[in-house]
């Protein structure tokens, strides 16, 4: 079936670092993908997309490619802030699913340390 | 900016009790979602709707139930809570159209004692 296996948490990082979050899907078609972030006590916000293969999304620094060949989303930034502690959602919508249901990973914590 | 709401933030009820998750959306959007997220962080769809009087089960089962009388509000039910329901329910909506995206409410986190 579909599904989305993103790297254990948590991922604590010093100010400036740099920034991986791998992601990979199992899902028939091309389905297209999303990346999720949650800051504490809130509710999910869209950071990134991508819809078809080779598509690179990106958004407040991050940047994300859909690499079909590896079936991949990896999350990246280059330096990041203590604002970018939050947890990161990789998602997936199957491909031809009209309503838009989409399956999330279990979600990464990324702490950062000034 | 999105315009979705849930109240209560925040709930901590008596085993038994029967309960209603408020979820709103003022962007006239005809899809509508309910998650569970565990305490590890993970999210299921246990609700969804297309529409008004449109409503089917998701992917977790669950013991709630979920109405859909108007397009803009989209309630949750437990009839008899249990401590197994202690969670965070969020609520998210969405435009038709397959890339577009979901919008979510801050949550309501329900603690069953």
């Known amino acids: 079936g579909n599904s989305v296996t993103q790297m254990e948490g948590p991922v604590t990082l010093s100010e400036e670092a740099f920034l991986t979050i791998n992601c990979t899907y199992t899902a028939t078609g091309y389905p297209s993908l999303f990346w999720y972030v949650q800051y504490p006590g809130e509710g999910l916000q869209l950071l990134l997309k991508a819809t078809k293969a080779d598509d690179k999304g990106s958004n407040k620094g991050f940047e994300a490619t859909y690499r079909k060949e590896t079936t991949s989303f990896h999350l990246e930034k280059g330096s990041v802030q203590v604002s970018d502690s939050a947890v990161y959602f990789c998602a997936l919508r199957k491909a031809g699913n009209q309503g838009g249901k989409l399956i999330f990973g279990q979600g990464t914590e990324l702490s950062v340390k000034p | 900016e999105a315009d979705i709401y849930q109240t209560p933030r925040y709930l901590v009820i008596g085993t038994g009790k029967k309960i209603t998750l408020e979820c709103s959306q003022t962007m006239g959007h005809d899809k509508m979602y309910w998650y569970q997220q565990d305490p590890g962080m993970e999210l299921h769809l246990i609700h969804y709707s297309y529409g008004v009087n449109s409503t089917e089960k998701g992917d977790l089962s669950s013991e709630s139930t979920v109405s859909r009388i108007r397009t803009e509000h989209f309630p949750l039910t437990l009839e008899s809570a249990r401590p197994s329901h202690t969670s965070q329910y969020l609520c998210?909506?969405?435009?038709?159209?397959?890339?577009?995206?979901?919008?979510f409410g801050p949550g309501t986190r329900l603690t069953v004692l």
């Open positions: 998210a909506s969405s435009e038709p159209g397959r890339d577009n995206e979901q919008f």
